[in-house]
């Protein structure tokens, strides 16, 4: 699966669950967006992990900076399948 | 997997909206922005429905927007909760206010204390839990901590001396939380661990993590007092599977209690819990009776054709549901039965089919005719005197389930689905009848209308109303609130619409907090008569307000309407004012929407109206030039030791 894969499933969560529309960028954060508190934070993780069928690691989503960062981690986890 | 999902959401499943309504987040939306009332409809749908973490905590946050907005309509019961534990309890706490809020009904204000915080916020009488003043505390304690120190060879009773003083130390902090609060307190307890280890001595001894937990969880609901009830944590995990309970990654990253599935479940049964604390279970079961407790058509098969005992595998499911029912009728719930038949036929099986678990004297109702189940079933609750929405119907027959549900919206109907070995289960996770406490009077119950059905004759065949009081022999017994009382009291409460003059309801703990509290006077009536013990039927609290004594609850079962127990209770209201030294007793006629029957009482009873708007009025009587009224009953026992 490539990045660009990966963002369009990111921005089918992102649809979901926020009420704004929210346009995913590989540099997109949570402080770029209103909505994005720690309560939107867990349920924004929970929901990636089951539209990719993957579970990140302890720690490895905290590790990330940005949207791109944390593709990069579901491409590879999705590679190495 | 899926038969226990199909559950859940069969008894999940409101039953008075139109299935046509379409399931689309993305709608929610679009009703949101719009304005649309439907929104509060199809979000309860969803909410009801929701399985994923992410989809509740999404719409929690639609519902959340609308209470801003005010599409979202303020509900008049109040409830202050504040949740207390071990772990970080958001986003838990958020999960069970919108459960309380969408499926509870609750105006919820939230207070939740900080992380592994909760004893010094029980310990300290100036923390933000009381500061709060809630009336409902959840407490989630560390199930870390709820371990053995000790080593695997230590004697037993060592072992078990640590289990009782860890079970000591939470039912010490649940007590002191409801001291300094009034509140009524939930107790999560532990879920079992999934792990294998220690293997084989598991359960020899409490030095597991599983066995203590396990002699904890035990001993928690053996003890806990009336004011405190379990949010039972282990069931919750055992049900989906502790495999599936424990998500330890989010334990390290966020502190959260539980896993994402756990969170939601506990969060609904939390719900569940608050709710029936103000709310009472079902009274009434109303069966079809062809393909629902036999197979097969009695009027078409005869009473050799049907299916039912244990010749053959459909016929056992049968009597396996039947045997559920029966357990149910044990437990104070009363069996009805409503089947197009003729009542000829359809009364056979009970009486002549040697399989059959139910007999005639289960049934206190039965309606085999070929009117519509729905009128069938409003007779039903007017001859037995009960509320419509005190019903569950039960049938095979989708058809039937739709039209009751159409006419007697009130009524929870419920399909039975096509394979009769289901239905025992459908009926023990319907959560229709789920009592917190079983009272004696609930298993009194069934025979209490079967002797109601009895005076009722009696009643038609006696001319004179004085004679025949008369010929009933009462007796009743009045007594001042008591902790063994309760329970009852507080059902009563919380369940007695029709004659209940102020309809306040009350929670066990608010109750039990009014006996220790000086300045109100309460007391219970029981009556007994020559048919048998109606038990405890009436409960007054008075509010002694410096000259005047405020009645500020009186109600009674309408069982025993019209008996006189109506004038023995003023009597001794009157007395108790006058006791304190009372001049005036003061009565409030609140109007709800069932209790018209008692609009006029106090009038009736010689009270002066004193002012009155459209929804109440208030009523005062003078102490003093009271005249004792006189009545058929004899009194046992009064309130507060007095002879």
């Given at each position: 699966m490539?990045?660009?894969e ?14 704004e ?10 402080k770029d967006?209103e909505?994005?508190d720690?309560?939107f ?8 992990e089951?539209?990719?069928g993957?579970?990140f690691?302890?720690?490895e989503?905290?590790?990330?900076k940005?949207l791109?960062e ?8 999705l590679?190495?399948? | 997997?899926?038969s ?10 409101v039953a008075t909206e139109?299935s046509?309504v379409?399931l689309?987040p993305?709608?929610?939306k679009?009703?949101l922005r719009s304005?649309?009332p ?7 749908r969803?909410?009801q429905e929701?399985r994923s973490?992410?989809e ?5 946050a ?6 801003q907005?005010?599409?979202w309509p303020?509900s008049a ?6 949740i ?5 309890l958001?986003?838990?706490a958020?999960?069970?206010?919108h459960?309380?809020?969408v499926?509870?009904?609750y ?6 204390g ?8 029980a ?8 500061i ?5 505390v959840l407490?989630l304690p560390?199930?870390r901590r ?10 037993i009773d060592?072992?078990?001396?640590e ?7 939470l039912?010490?902090l649940?007590?002191?939380?409801h001291?300094?609060?009034g509140?009524?307190?939930v ?10 280890d220690p293997?084989?001595?598991r359960n020899?001894g409490?030095?597991s993590?599983y066995?203590?937990r396990?002699f ?9 007092p ?10 919750l995990?055992?049900?989906i599977?502790?495999?599936h309970a424990?998500d ?7 502190k959260?209690p539980f896993s994402s599935?756990?969170l939601i ?9 608050a709710?029936?604390?103000?709310r009472?279970?079902k009274?009434?079961?109303v069966?079809d ?8 058509v ?5 009473l050799?054709?049907i299916?039912?005992g ?7 499911a049968?009597?396996d ?10 437990r ?6 409503c089947?197009?038949n ?13 399989e059959?678990v ?7 109702n039965?309606?085999?005719n070929?009117?519509p189940?729905?009128?069938?079933i ?9 509320g419509?929405d ?5 049938d ?17 109907a419920?399909w ?16 229709q009848?789920?009592?917190r406490?079983i009272?004696?009077e609930?298993?009194e119950r ?9 005076r ?9 109303m004085?004679?025949y ?9 009045i ?7 309760s ?8 369940k007695?619409?029709?004659f209940?003059?102020?309809?306040h309801r009350?929670?066990?703990?608010e ?20 048919f048998?013990d ?7 609290v008075?509010k002694?307000?410096?000259a ?8 009674m079962?309408?069982r025993?309407?019209?008996?006189g127990?109506?004038e023995a ?7 108790v004012?006058?006791e304190r ?5 003061v ?7 069932k209790?018209?029957?008692v609009?006029d009482l106090?009038?009736r009873?010689?009270?002066t109206?004193?002012t009155?708007?459209?929804t109440s009025?208030?009523y ?13 009953i ?6 507060y030791?007095?002879?």
């Open positions: 490539q990045q660009a990966v963002f369009a499933g990111i921005q089918d969560v992102f649809d979901e669950i926020f009420l529309k929210v346009v995913v960028t590989p540099e997109l954060s949570a967006v909505e994005w720690s309560l934070h867990i349920s924004l993780i929970l929901a990636i089951e539209k990719f993957i579970r690691r302890v720690g989503v905290e590790g990330t940005n791109g944390l593709a990069n981690i579901i491409v590879n986890r590679n190495d399948k | 997997m899926d226990s999902k199909s559950l859940l959401e069969s008894h999940d499943r139109p046509s379409v689309d993305k709608g929610l679009d009703l304005n649309d439907l929104f509060v409809k199809l979000l309860k969803k909410t929701a973490f992410s509740i905590l999404a719409l929690n639609l519902r959340k927007r609308a209470q907005t005010g599409l303020t019961t109040k409830l202050r909760l504040a207390i534990g071990a772990s970080s958001r986003p838990f958020d999960l069970a206010e459960y309380l809020v499926l509870g009904g105006d919820v204000q939230l207070w939740s900080d992380y592994d915080n909760y004893v010094s916020e310990m300290d009488d100036e923390s933000g839990l009381y709060s003043r809630p009336d409902l407490l560390s199930e709820c371990r053995y120190s000790g080593k695997i060879t230590d004697p060592v072992q078990e001396a289990a009782n003083q860890a079970v000591a130390d039912l010490s649940v007590e002191r939380i001291d300094r609060s509140a009524a307190v107790l999560g307890n532990f879920r079992l661990p999934s792990h294998f293997g084989p001595m020899s409490l030095t993590d066995s203590f396990k904890v969880n035990t001993q928690l609901g053996l003890k806990m009336v004011y405190a009830h379990v949010l039972d944590v282990e069931f995990a055992n049900r599977g502790t495999l424990f330890e990654r989010t334990w390290f990253e966020s959260q599935d756990l479940d506990v969060a609904r049964e939390f719900t569940q819990v709710s029936s604390l103000k009472s279970a009274k009434v079961v069966l009776l062809d393909n629902t407790l036999w197979g097969g009695i009027g078409d098969d005869g050799e054709g299916e039912i244990t010749t053959s595998p459909r016929g056992e049968y009597r549901f039947q045997q559920a029912l029966l357990e149910l009728s044990s104070g719930v009363l069996l009805a039965v089947s197009k003729d009542h000829e036929k359809a009364i056979e099986p009970f009486l002549k089919h040697p059959m139910l007999k005639l004297s289960n049934i206190v039965f309606k085999a070929w009117e189940k729905s009128e069938n409003r007779q039903i609750a007017l001859e037995l005197n009960l419509l005190s019903f569950v119907f039960l095979d027959n989708p058809a039937e389930i739709d039209i009751v549900r159409q006419f007697v919206p009130e009524v929870e419920i039975l689905g096509e394979d009769p070995s289901t239905y025992t289960s459908t009926l023990r996770n319907c959560r009848f789920e009592i406490t009272t004696s609930d298993q069934v025979n209490l209308y079967q002797r109601e059905a009895k009722q004759e009696l009643l038609s065949t006696a001319t004179d004085d004679a009081l008369q010929s009933l022999l009462m007796t009743a017994t007594s001042q609130f008591k902790t063994i009382d329970p009852r009291i507080a059902q009563l409460i919380n007695s619409n029709q209940n003059l102020t309809t009350r929670s066990e703990a109750v039990h907090a009014l006996i220790s509290d000086q300045s109100y006077i309460s007391f219970t009536v029981r009556l007994s008569d020559r048998g109606h038990g405890l039927i009436a409960v007054i008075n002694v307000e410096g005047e004594l405020v009645v500020d609850t009186w109600l079962s309408c025993v309407l019209k008996r127990v109506e209770t003023l009597n001794e209201i009157v007395r004012a006058r030294g009372c001049e005036s007793v009565g409030e006629y609140k109007l709800s929407p209790n018209a029957m609009r106090y009038s009873l010689g009270f109206l004193r009155t708007t459209d009025a208030t005062s009587l003078d102490v003093g030039s009271y005249v004792l009224k006189s009545t058929k004899e009194i046992m026992e009064r309130a030791a007095a002879g």
